[in-house]
């Protein structure tokens, strides 16, 4: 009676669990759906819109959904109103269309992690993931996600901790395989367009100098960054993305963070200066344009600005004013199209912008010459947005100039390396190489406490640890490749020795049927059907026919009906209602019953004339599989043509992260003991950390062997 009591109270409290679950789901899709804030004039259904042509369709991938991971880092757990109404949108014209009549268009259409991929799915192939039951969000994660769990820098710097993160693909052949069947992806190198050249085929880095002061700021984040580690500072007042936002701006110009700061001369904003200058002299006969990207400052900033302090070191080099703009005084749409129109007849000739405010949408191309990131942004497709202002068809100029200003000793060069690294994954993933079957995701949007403090000591290794990791992770991946490929070559291998020994089989059994058959052509045909001889093909065909009739709706084992050159004859139902007529000698050898008692005959004589065809047929996949083997043989066992590099790398890898601290235990002393445990408590708790530890040093080194 207890234990009933107990059960039903553990209902009732599920239930109820449950209820307030879906009351707060339905809460928050009507906040989603906004119904407060759209017009109660004609809906959407009542428009008549019968086809949905999205472009720039990244813009909408903030989609809502349901999941049970909500402590796994590196999903996405955004939701905005603009997806769930195109959502909504997309849904009602796919009902009008049997699941079609949508098309996105985006050049980014995963832009910061491989989770989004998912709302792509979501959009355009619902159906599709229904039926294989992928439709909810956990099982799409749990066929193509793997959470792994590693220690990181807990998130208000005090210590490490052990975190789940949804940062491995899984079955990606499957995924992209299922993907590809509603998006047609189009790289540049595959479509090969007639867009401008890239002088150098890559951007032109120029570094700046770190000043003394710019050194003492990167070290006051280190030090701010060692008290978030062994001090408990409340993540309100102080942060790593904090800390790494402020050395990002810091890099730019150290007047944004210290309006006092002298101006540089040798400042990656001077140079930027000069470099525009120079360039805006060189193309005045052809009154090229430039673009400048700047995310870490405004023209409104209160203070020092980046954009009007260029503004007005470029007018004093001889810039006319009316030659410069920002596009963030440009805010209605007709006003923003007279401007790109002024930067496509040359009026315009530099124009200052961020990458939401220039990024996609932004065709001046026509006069495009030369394009500066002033900084770095956070996600790859945020510079693919930026460089594919100026590399895109329409523009006359057959070579451009990409330029990428890096302040050396701060966080720019970091950002750039990470970038790339991302680039190249997503990359991988659209490229559509099937021969990869995992994948490790990237994401970061801040610095680790040990990144920031080898960047403050001015320590190289913090570039060459991004370059190893990059080289080392495409590595991985030919390595993993490399290992499947061999698998499947063995098993191609044993395949083609079997197919060899089964066609070898084959062929002595039908030499002996084509030593045995009798000839029946012409006026030489006979057959015995049902213990009767007959010489009538028009006869045996019916009787046949007749038989055949009978064992439509039955399936069993073959019937005899009788012999016919030499073997013995029966009928065997199939699939579909069909019978088929099998002459059994050493092999079986099967013949169509057709609609007629002539063709049914035919099919009977064709089968057995066939014999030599068939052993000719036999001798050739004997050879073939033959040729194949000896082929597979020389290709078992081949090395990995990189595995010297790899295992260098691997052990570069490993030095690193030991000088940089980044596997370092966490001291003794910050692991916290509840009031009242005993010493042995203590250290049972340090011993299990320290366990942890390094069982997590050796779960990423088995990521990369």
Known sequence: MIKRQHADSSNRRLVKEIERAKKRLEARLQALAAEHKKDNTLTFEELGVDRLFVDEAHYFKNLFYVTKMTRIAGLPQTSSERAFDMYLKVRHVQSLNGGGGVVFATGTPIANSMAEMYTMQRYLQPDELKKHNLHHFDSWA????????????????????????????????????????????QTAAMLNLPRPNLEGEKPAVRNAPATEELKAFVQELAARAERLKTGRIDPREDNMLKITSEGRKAALDL?????????????????????????????????????????????????????????????????????????????????????????????????????????????????????????????????????????????????????????????????????????????????????????????????????????????PLVIEKAQVDAELMRLTQLRSAHAEEQYRIRSNLRRSHEDSEMFTTRLTNLRQDITVRQDTSGDKFIITLDGQETNNRGIAGELILRRAEKLKDRFGDDVRIGRFSGFDLFLRPSFNNTVEVVVRGRKSYAARVTDTAQGTIRSLEA?????????????????????????????????????????????????????????????????????GDSAEQKNSERHSHGNRQRSSRAARTAIHT
């Not at 590693?150 to 975190?163: H, I, K, Q, T, V």
Request: with cysteine; hydrophobic share 40%; net charge negative.
């Open 607 to 675: 089968t057995i004339q066939g014999f030599e065809e068939r052993a000719a047929k036999l001798e050739a996949d004997i050879a073939d599989a033959h040729k194949r083997g000896k082929e597979l043989e020389a290709k078992v066992g081949a090395p990995f043509e990189h595995e010297e590099r790899y295992q260098h790398l691997s052990r570069r890898q490993s030095e690193i992260e030991e000088k940089l601290e980044l596997t370092k235990n966490q001291a003794p002393g910050q692991v916290e003991a509840e009031p």
């Open 255 to 459: 007047r944004l963070m210290i309006p006092s700061a002298r101006d540089e001369p040798q400042g990656k904003v001077n140079q930027a200066v000069e470099n525009i200058h120079r360039i805006w002299q060189a193309t005045a006969a052809e009154r090229s344009a430039q673009l400048v990207f700047c995310d870490l400052s405004t023209p409104k900033d209160r203070g020092f600005s980046v954009y009007r302090d260029m503004a007005e070191k470029l007018e004093r080099l001889g810039v006319p004013t009316r030659e410069i703009a920002f596009i963030q005084e440009y805010e209605s749409d007709a006003s923003k199209l007279a401007l790109f129109r002024d930067v496509r007849a040359g009026k315009v000739r530099v124009l200052f912008g961020s990458t939401q405010k220039m990024g996609s949408g932004t065709n001046v191309q026509e006069r495009l010459i030369a394009l500066h990131h002033l900084d770095a942004p956070w996600r790859p497709a945020d510079v693919e947005q930026r460089e594919g202002r100026i590399l895109r068809q329409g523009n006359k100029n057959s070579t451009v100039q990409i330029f990428r200003y890096v302040t050396e000793g701060s966080f720019d060069a970091y950002m750039w390396q990470t970038l790339e690294t991302k680039a190249k994954f997503i990359a991988q993933v659209m490229s559509g190489d099937m021969t990869i079957r995992r994948l490790e995701d990237l994401d970061s949007a801040a610095l680790t406490y040990a990144e920031v403090k080898a960047i403050a000591s001015g320590n």
């Open 142 to 185: 749990a066929t193509f996600g793997e959470p792994v769990t590693a220690m990181e820098l807990s998130p208000d710097g005090a210590g490490y901790r052990l975190n789940t993160r949804f940062a491995r693909f899984i079955n990606v052949p499957e995924l992209m395989q299922m993907f590809r069947q509603s998006a047609d992806v």
